[in-house]
């Protein structure tokens, strides 16, 4: 009775995200755990009622040694035993983070979704299934507050993102073990998840017990509430701010413009959602953006034009009648030249950013959605990797540098690509360059070499991406 109840209850949070509808092929990630078991036996309650169809597929990390080997059989045997069309695949997750530039659990998700989607693919299906938690959520939101963040943060993890659904998001994880426990059903237990050296684990095992003794024994199911209230109030506001910034502003390859008698307009919590779309166009992400950097960008709209105040690794300038953001507004001055040999993170000589390398890696290793979207993400790029002869470099303008601008393999001058651009000259100094000898891979923040570009006979790829402090 019980475990019919929990079904329902994650049946009504399904239909109310709109997470299924009939005819879904939906690819379940299944660890072992406790949490993904239990999403198993909801899928398998469910996929009649809600006419959709759902296989397993589980990865072997390659890290834990005989317990992940046994939680590779566990998974093997649970999907055997209940006729679910099963899925494995192993990785060298060490040695492939060493290999392409990332940490562990980085290339651990990589590989995870890419094994994931190449299910998802290869039956013609459409979602993928993960088995996060109300306690996820909690930890979640909890992180973000405790780092400084804005309502997106504190809406934590969504129920829907893209083709990846979270149906028992809505569940407490004990009810997920009495669920299990009712239906007389086992699971594996990851000992590192009870290892206080992430930080994760200690919200989880340290404070969440502190604030369910001290505060309030719902406390988690009380945070993670919250965070479906934040979200609510945060869509909202998201989507006026987008009718507003579709009348306000303009994108153009040297930054942002925004009206400024538009946005003067504006209620504050709309004009503060604005920047961060800004920033968002910029590149740059949201996680620096403090409390105070908008207060400095609102007071702009009673300054005098000319007036320039400084976000994180972003310039904006009160013109006449708009405010502009760019990337960088300090006089850099003469920089040294920065050598990529190699993957790896590559401090700027000004302090403003880092630039990450991660790669050579096959093309079918590579994060496909970005590629697609390699001219959108203006500081994330993809590269193919055997066009590049020689060292690259990390630098600001020189005399003689170019661009390829067409397959042919026709060139322009860096100079009159920057005024076709219409880049203000006040930035062109400071503006970042990936260069082999003369010929600019990548303007930073603006366009690549048409040389550089994958195409369909590329193999091999590297990814760069700028992040600014």
Known sequence: M???????????????????????????????????????????????ELAFRFVCAHVHHGLRGKDADADEVFVREL?????????SFFYQVKEEAGKYGCSEEEMGRIL?????GQVLNNLGFNKIAVAHHM?????????????????AGLAGIRPVSGNRIRP?????????????????????????????LYVRN?????????????????????????????????????KQAKVAWGACARCVEEG???????????????????VFFAVDALGRGRKDIQAVHLDMVLGLIEAQSGKEVMLPGILVVRDYSEIFFGVDGKDRGRLEE??????????????????????PMPVELAEKKEIVKNVENIYTKWFDYDKIKDTLQLRTRKEGDFLEFSKEGSKKKLKSYFIDSKVPRRFRDRVWLLAEGSHILWVVGYRISEKYKVTESTKWVVRVQMKWR
């Open 202 to 238: 200690r919200i989880r095992n340290r404070v969440f017990s502190c604030l369910e003794e001290l505060v309030n024994p719902a406390s988690v199911e009380h945070i993670a509430a919250c965070a479906g209230v934040v979200l609510e109030a945060e869509r909202y506001i998201e």
């Open 112 to 116: 995870r979704y890419k094994s994931f």
């Open 135 to 151: 306690g996820d959520q909690a930890e979640t939101v909890l992180y973000h507050l405790c780092r400084g963040s804005g309502l």
């Open 79 to 87: 999907c055997g035993r209940y006729g679910v069309e099963y899925y």
């Open 338 to 359: 920065i050598v990529i040999d190699g993957a790896g993170e590559y401090g700027l000589s000004d302090g403003q950013g880092i630039l990450v390398v991660s790669g």
């Open 256 to 274: 942002v413009y925004i009206s400024l008698e538009c946005f003067a307009g504006l209620d504050a919590v709309i004009q503060k959602q604005m």
């Open 168 to 196: 028992i998001l809505c569940l407490k994880k004990e009810e997920i073990i009495k669920y299990l426990q009712g239906k007389k059903e086992s699971w594996r237990e990851d000992k590192t998840n009870q290892e206080l």
């Open 2 to 48: 019980a475990g019919d109840m929990l079904e329902e209850r994650v049946k009504a949070f399904i239909v109310e995200n709109q997470m299924i509808q009939a005819g879904d092929g939906i690819v379940l990630g299944l660890s072992g755990g406790a949490d993904s078991v239990c999403l198993f036996f909801v899928l398998l309650a469910l996929r009649e």
